[in-house]
């Protein structure tokens, strides 16, 4: 059985081409820029250009497909997206029926039909419709908010929570939603890979609990220990509710507009046929959250920094970029020295060496972590020269280590959030390139002004650091190539 997945660059189908290759499913994905697509694609999964707005460039794509999923919508154009979701299903539908593909699954919206929907909800149903017009079975989902790290509408919360402690809210923060985890919606397009023809029709999906914007945020600042506080209003408008977004979030103000209109009608599932055909038990929401908060930490922890920002020498510097709740610093030196010999000055840090450069700042930083009830700088190190998982190192804890290679702290003093410190050495020729990079999560506005408020001194500090590091380095590969008396 073949597959066409479309949407595979976007969030749903970014997860769902992961799951099917992990279940062994010959996958071709369709999109416009193939290229982009190519580096994060299995071995035996196909990448083909097409684009659903030009009808002529599907046929290929479509050759020999039994099954093609349809995850294309277009909420963030600034045109008439109703006008291109409609031309592109008709396109869709009428390739898929001259290429005999006996099966379409659709990811739309919840929103009763005897309803005044927004344009989106009301564009995401047109979509299931007309994808069947050509009389292909369609198996249409109807989701409402969709949790998941990343997800267009858990950001908008997140966003929201992290960065305002007291909220004027207007009407839409009440209207009542279903949302569902992630991974129970890939869960469901899944599943309907192996659903007999005859049951396909159209399903309402949701998660265990009927809530209510408001309250999945209340559920986010309870599961990050934040205090959230809100005044609802009957003023703010979709529209300036929207511009309001598009200055606090991550969220196109026009995205955000699209998005909050929805928002206005109750989204919840009427009719459970889907419990009952998939046999499933979607969690509820504080598990979805959790859930989410959980899967941003594998992430984030499988993420190499090294990759993620490009590096520019010592000069440059990201002291603002955000990795889900996350802020970055990093910076890279080069160094005429072995890994070994670069690596060896990282791994001999804090304790009686020190932190090489401002040592009276970073003990004035462990007298304040003493004040407050921290640890401090008294716990030193257990070896002078070798660290392993586990270990103390002043008031940091080794969190990882590759020898010659990558050094990873936790911090474990009193602060307003979480802190890492990470070293990477990588080979450069007959040099080496030294990467440091600190993160720090922060918890509320608190956390965000701590961050800013010091990050003058992250840059004295980390760069005399770096710079001290690197000459110990040199000095240690000069000491190897003078020539012995």
């Not at 820029?33 to 009808?55: C, F, I, Q, S």
């Not at 979701?85 to 659709?106: M, P, T, W």
């Not at 660290?387 to 290679?405: M, N, Q």
Request: proline content about 5%; overall charge neutral.
């Amino acid at each position: 059985m073949k597959l066409l997945l479309t949407g595979a660059t976007g969030y749903i189908g970014g997860r769902l081409l992961r799951r099917l290759e992990e279940r062994g499913a010959q996958v071709r994905c369709m999109a416009r820029r193939p290229e982009v697509l190519e580096a994060k694609t299995a071995a035996g999964t196909e990448v083909v250009a097409g684009d659903v707005l030009d009808r002529a460039s599907l046929d290929a794509a479509f050759a020999g497909v039994d099954i093609a999923y349809y995850m294309i919508h277009s909420m963030g154009s600034s045109d008439a997206f109703e006008d291109a979701d409609r031309e592109a299903a008709s396109n869709f539908a009428h390739a898929a029926q001259a290429a005999g593909v006996r099966r379409i699954i659709y990811l739309g919206g919840l929103g009763r039909d005897d309803e005044s929907l927004s344009p989106h909800l009301r564009s995401r149903q047109e979509v299931g419709r007309v994808l069947g017009e050509t009389g292909i079975p369609v198996l249409e989902f109807r989701a409402s908010v969709v949790i998941g790290s990343g997800s267009l509408s858990f950001e908008m919360v997140r966003t929201l929570v992290e960065r305002l402690p007291f909220m004027i809210t207007p009407k839409w923060v009440s209207v009542m939603a279903q949302p569902i985890a992630i991974d129970d919606v890939l869960e469901y397009l899944l599943a309907a890979l192996d659903l007999p023809d005859e049951q396909c029709g159209v399903y309402e999906i949701g998660g265990a609990d009927q809530v209510s914007y408001a309250e999945i945020m209340r559920e986010y600042a309870r599961q990050r220990g934040l205090r959230l506080r809100m005044l609802p209003v009957p003023v703010l408008t979709p529209y300036l509710s929207s511009l309001w977004l598009g200055l606090i979030t991550p969220l196109y103000a026009r995205v955000g507009r699209k998005l909050i209109q929805s928002l206005v009608h109750p989204t919840v599932v009427r009719n459970d046929a889907a419990l009952h055909v998939f046999a499933m038990q979607p969690m509820g929401i504080a598990s979805a959250v959790r859930r989410a908060l959980a899967r941003e930490e594998l992430e984030f922890a499988e993420t190499r920094w090294s990759d993620a920002l490009s590096s520019a020498g010592e000069a440059r510097s990201w002291g603002g970029v955000r990795f889900g709740t996350r802020l970055v610093d990093s910076r890279t030196r080069r160094v005429n020295a072995s890994t070994a010999e670069a690596f060896a000055p990282i791994e001999a840090i804090g304790g009686d060496i020190g932190w090489y450069r401002w040592t009276w700042l970073w003990r004035l930083r462990g007298f304040v972590d003493l004040l407050v009830g921290g640890p401090g700088m008294r716990r030193g190190r257990p070896h002078p020269t070798r660290l392993h998982v586990g270990d103390t190192l002043d008031f940091w804890r080794v969190e990882a280590i590759e020898p010659g290679k990558r050094l990873r702290l936790c911090a474990e003093m009193k602060l307003p959030g979480r802190a890492w410190l990470e070293f990477e050495v990588s080979a450069d020729g007959d040099a080496s390139v030294i990467r440091q990079t600190a993160i720090f999560d922060p918890v509320g506005w608190l956390g965000r002004a701590y961050w800013y408020g010091i990050y003058p001194l992250h840059v004295l500090v980390f760069r005399g650091m770096l710079r001290a590091i690197a000459k110990a380095s040199e000095n240690a590969a000069d000491t190897r190539l003078s020539p012995t008396e």
